[in-house]
């Protein structure tokens, strides 16, 4: 009840209770009118989505579906007018197409390298799982060895791979070798470390005050290394298995892990080194961002392939799954780093200002208030940039390794599944797994983005 | 030497074709098959009297003599034209001839052509590689037809806008032909045109500069080409082990010592004939007619059946 | 008063250490010092190994002869011509699909981006799937599509749609009649160029006569017929110079005329279709990030929806779609190397394909692709970076 | 507290005292609306004159922008009628058209096109939607521009501007459509003390010339001189609505009593 | 500048609450300022003792935010003077950071981190500026949270607060530091009047401790009730500066009188 006056005036005696919101355009025809038909211009284009849609899907379904072919054990069984999709075809060649020529007695390495990633990744993809810093430990600083050692078999020789090579002192300590371990090379790299270390002190004395920080990373960094030589360099019994026999998604899955875990660091190292005040920083990164940026993946494979031995030392010889590794990560990371760029410039000076008015230093400043938010607005593009580079794998048949496509098209070349559909069938299975794949990121970059996003009041 | 070195390691690297039909191709298990492959089975099984110690390095065209030279592999026995640039200036040998070769066209048959020479004006599709694209323009250019290319990068593609009905012919290796004619929808609607345009003699490749190795890798091919001249197969090789013709006892040993100088077992060529068989065999198996390739042995068969292959006498 | 101005209190100047300027040059002292001795390791090695395996460097193979034949040629070439008229031959088909596929990628991106803020439930659930589903499959697979599915549904020549009986269409690719210029040619193409040029005065005044009384024009009318009717009673006052070379099927192909092979047709389509699966992405983001409050002001000034879009969220968003869209159009020029897989004879193809199989000259075919390439995209940003800065907002 | 918010534009400025006339500008009928399961609005009721002027106010939340955004339909409501200028609201997009046409609205965060000049900004709808030559649009924008006294600044962009500049041109703005009825969203938040004066200037000129105006404003010192009517309102309803000097002095309901006791000093 | 004298020294006067110490807190002295070739400060000389209150108003652009952000470095001054608890401000990162942990400022527009939680925004520079254990960090956090009323905030995100609570959680997080000088930049502008309030008796409170604060706003009634001291700022330079009882009844400069006559009434 309330009360009106003729002039207008009025007074609310009685409050109203909220009410529940009145049900309209209940089913099927109210929703179909109002999200289909509401103008003549929608409706075309609802219909003309419809024609889409049975246009495409029919064709496909039949192909992959009712005419295809399930069982058989050679391509006779897939020969024939209107015959759909070889089934078998993939079913002969997965083991393959999932671990290329990996010998098929140590596949379990591979196996439980998948199991351990998978593992290890769904509770760090899970944002409410608890105990995030141990987990990231696990999955970005002992998985990756423990798939190395797994996956290569270890053992190896530390001294002739790449380490042996970087000695800066290596004439003074000579190659004296005892039983196993190589003393000559321990004490190489140990005199080495001291070297770096006292550098590394020098410098940050210079540039920040104390040196103290920067000699104490070196000399972790250098702990680190010698760690995981002495880790690699036991052997564990365990048959060497050569990146040349490694192959299907296996490689495909490993180049796409290493590509997207190394080139994000890289990535921001560079988009900060772009936005730097120093002028010479800023240019090397601007150019090493453009560089990469500008080329095609596959002239960089191919540079990596028939180039780079020219430019190492003679007999430094790096793995060719390696040095795929290698192009992949610095091709993405060029993408990264305007990627991240573009989320820097987005962070309102307000949030500089105030963590540099609590007192943060500007690493805290970074680490703790710009790139968590930086990071958080760009994750769409940053998972376009992963997306891309999980096709893009595909570009390291050029350097003779199998990925997933490449072990598809050596499949196509057996004589005894050569039919017309076989092509269509390997594709569209292919296809699917990326799809999947990529489809995956896609979805869950979507819920991170709204997960994170704590912009939105209520 | 190469040879201790490769006894040392256990198995020998052989470089092979990243994939082709009845060459080298990986089966259902993964086990790379096809006479390129076999070859160098045969090379192991002479070598180490087991034919599985081999490991093999699949190459693309460009970097296989690049693999050899660096010692990546010990034999390259992937489809490879002996020319004569190729054993001169790029410190390889050619050890023979595991396959004569050479470029020919498939044609719909409704297109009513008998002979390459009434193709003036077609589309032709192809394969980027190394002599093909080349190949075709000197056969066009001397024989003053018009012509159009469409160069793909695998065979696949290529053969399927053949299919498609993109080019009128499609050209490759007659080994080829037979291989991709099985991917077209209905193959007996098309012929394989009679014209030869080039010569593609293929055959196993070592790098300079050991001897040694290149006789054996060598006289492998001629020991498999001479059993089967003389008629020992995998079959029959314990009966033969025991023949008297002296021509086959001086092949599988029993008389003289052949295998030793070449540094391996007098065994040698029973051990070959017995894990892998002789060359008409490796034929039949890989490519011949009971394979889907159905390829006959044309200028592959023993010089003896009107062929080329030929091998020097063990004696 | 006078207290106020003390002596500052003595705790020494700034520490040499603690300069920002100070350490900020160590730093870039240190990273060039870096980088100087890394180009030089480089350097000093290649000159090594270059020198022990005996290679030859140089560009001498330009000039000798190709000996292999391009299917589309946009320039002169035979097989008599040199590598280097090859290598342009591929960089002038890179371009050409580079040019037509970014132009076709954004106008399909910018469809698509809007169509994913749609009313429409079925617009946006198609533009959604249209993202999802081209963006997730990799580009080879959706060319071969393209390639192989369009192919195998069109005729052979022998059976091809003819158009009026002029040009025709066949699994060869589009055909249509090629101009051949004779005697008198010059006037046409003289009135030609007067009408296009009449055509531009008459619209500027046409705009001006709307900014002042606010009526219309039918420019476009007015227009076309300007631009085909000047040239056209041109062409009858001195008798048809222009004749048009028809296409005629002879053998196994058509003869004369101008083709657009299918290879091209394909590449374009698989490629922009691509890439405006990601710039619709971009569009989206650009589109919601201009702030609703936007839209809110358009409406209320009584502008309708379409208007509100080109008037004031479009030219807004461009600002957030342009960076992203730059690098979009450097994917596409660069996925182009695709082309091989379909024979379409792009730089890749022709040069670091079969030029680099017949030459052996790795080094040298990889770094000129790798130039060329770059310059392409310096020259893609470059321009894209001075429209941003016009599209910039002026702050204070 | 102090007096510091109820700042009255006074001695410099006489009290406007036209009578509306009797015609009806907008009409709220039992208006109600809901975002997803809240209730914003709860049975609204209003009758505003042509030539009236009403202040709105209440505490944040209570649903006064939402109540003058559905005036103009950038709200829809689910219950009741609206009708505005004669034509009744519904989800005819021509009708939707034709109301805002005669509908301006000034919002509170100015929402000016940051990527168009001032005079740009004012030109756009009269060009595109009331087909007026560009000559003629911007001697339209000139004379609001020179009436909001800053006509110096027509071919600077918003962002070079000042936020009492910034309002002004969003009041110039909605003018140069000559609208009917005037909306205006807190029109003088987030602006320094010595700019509120300046807009409230504005609005008070505005309302000398006689326009409806619904203006939703905490400045009780530009309800007192310029209103016909002051509207309190709370959790989406009205809860008191009465003349300026009644409303002030003598506040019948609790709560706006308890507002009022905040607010004024 | 001849204004120059009619500012009256503050120690000639008695202070209102808390009496200050004679320790020097902040110290300017002849501090230039140019924006490119915009001189924005002008020989600017104060000296604020330790507890003492100020609160600077002036018309938008006169350089108030300037100033203060000049005493914990977040501007360059390019002449003069500052010394910030004894230590002369020089481009010394050290020194700087020495300055930023005992300085303490609360931003007009809060700039709080919209991806920490409140309570993570308030422990942030506890834990890493000086290093203490997150319990203890926390417990301070919820300690001034206590203080400024939103202690049932802890766990939500900036974002999911109103104006008035995040102004409230800015100030907690300056005080998290324990800093022994606080700056405000109108800590009440863009809020509603009702939350105004809050904030205000917020800082009332914090005043009562015998905080050392320098805070721009025009919350007239705030200077009265806390400040020792008045400055009035134009054009970059102090105009008038004086006990808060004589600025406001008996302003001297003819800029402070027209600017005092438009807020107050
Ligand atoms: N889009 C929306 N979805 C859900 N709730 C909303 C939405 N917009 C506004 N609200 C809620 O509706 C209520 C009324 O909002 P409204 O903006 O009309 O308030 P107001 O009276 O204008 O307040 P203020 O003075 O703060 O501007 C608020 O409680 C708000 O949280
Ligand atoms: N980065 C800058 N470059 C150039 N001029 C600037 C910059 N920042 C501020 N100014 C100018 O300096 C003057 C002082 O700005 P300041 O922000 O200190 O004013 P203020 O007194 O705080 O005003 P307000 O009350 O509006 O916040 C203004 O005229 C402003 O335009
Ligand atoms: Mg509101
Ligand atoms: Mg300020």
Redesign the interface.
Known sequence: MSLTFDDGTFIRTEMQTPLPPPRRNVGAIGWMRENLFSSITNSVLTLLGLALVVWIVPPLIRFLLVDAVWTGSNREACLGPEVGACWPFIKAKFAQLIYGFYPAGERWRVDLVFFLGVVLLVPLLVLSWPHKRLNSFLFFVAYPILAFILLTGGNIDASNFLFGHFGLIRAVAGDAGVAGVRLGFWLDFLLTAALCVAVAYAIGRLAAGSGRGAARMTAYAFAGLGLLTLLWDIDFGLERVETRQWGGLLVTLVIAVTGIVTSMPLGIALALGRRSQMPIVRLLCVIFIEFWRGVPLITVLFFATYMLPLFLPVGVNPDGLLRALVGVALFTAAYIAEVVRGGLQAIPKGQYEGAMAMGLTWSQMMRLIILPQALTLVIPSIVNSFISLFKDTTLVLIVSIFDFLGQLRAAFTDPNWATPVTLYTGFAFAGIVYFIFCFGMSRYSLFVERRLNTSHRH | AKLDQVKAKGFIQCGVSQGLPGFSSPDDKGNWTGLDVDFCRAVAAAVFNDATKVKFTPLSAKDRFTALQSGDIDILSRNTTWTISRDTSLGLNFTGVTYYDGQGFIIRKDKKVNSALELSGASVCTQTGTTTEQNVADFFRANNMQYEVIAFATADEAVKAYDAGRCDVFTTDRSGLAAERLKLTNPDDHIVLPEIISKEPLGPVVSHGDDQWFDIVKWVLFAQVNAEELGVTSKNIDEMLKSANPEVKRLVGTEGKFGEGLGLGNEWVVQIVKLVGNYGEMYDRNVGPDTPLKLARGTNALWTKGGLQYAPPIR | ?AD???P??A?G???F????????I???V???VL?VILGWM?ID??R???A?QKIATGFGFLENTA?????QTLIGYS?TSSYGRAFLVGILNTLLVAVIGIFFATVIGFLVGIGRLS?????R??STCYV??L???????QI?FW??AV??A?P?PRQSISIFGEAFIS??GIVIPRPLFGEGTGLVLLTFGFAVLATVLVNAWARQR?????RGFPMLWIGLGLIVGLPLVAMIATGFPITFEKPEL????F?GGMRV???FVALTVGLSTYTAA?IA?NVR?GITSV?H??T?????????SG?TMR??VI??ALRVII??LT?QY??LT??S?LA????Y?DL??VF???T???TGQ??EI?AI??GV??V???IT?VIMNAYNKR?A???? | MTEAHSIVPSDDLPAVHTPPSRETAVELIGVHKWYGEFHVLKDINLKVHRGERIVICGPSGSGKSTMIRCINRLEEHQQGTIVVDGVELTSDLKRIDEIRREVGMCFQHFNLFPHLTILENLTLAPIWVRKMPKKDAEELAMHFLKKVKIPEQAGKYPGQLSGGQQQRVAIARALCMKPKIMLFDEPTSALDPEMVKEVLETMVSLAEEGMTMLCVTHEMGFARQVANRVIFMDAGQIIEMNEPNAFFSNPQHERTKLFLSQILH
């Open positions: 008063m106020w101005v003390e500052a209190p705790r100047r700034t520490s250490m603690n300069d920002p300027k100070v350490r900020s160590v730093l870039q240190v990273a060039l980088v480089f090695n290649a090594e190994n270059l022990a000996g292999f034949g391009i299917s097989e009313k429409n439930f079925v617009i659930l198609i999802e589903l963006r997730n499959l990799p580009p080879l697979f071969l390639y192989l192919l195998s069109m052979n699994n060869r709307r900014e002042e009384t606010g002879k053998g196994f192909n003869v092979i299918p290879e990601f992405e983001a702030s409050g936007q809110e002001a358009a409406h209320s000034l009584g502008l309708r208007l008037l004031v030219p807004q960076p992203p690098s450097l994917n660069k996925n190397s091989v897989a379909i024979g004879p890749v193809a670091a394909g079969t680099l199989n017949q790795a080094i990889i692709t790798m390439y770059l392409i995209s310096i940003s599209v907002l002026v702050e204070r």
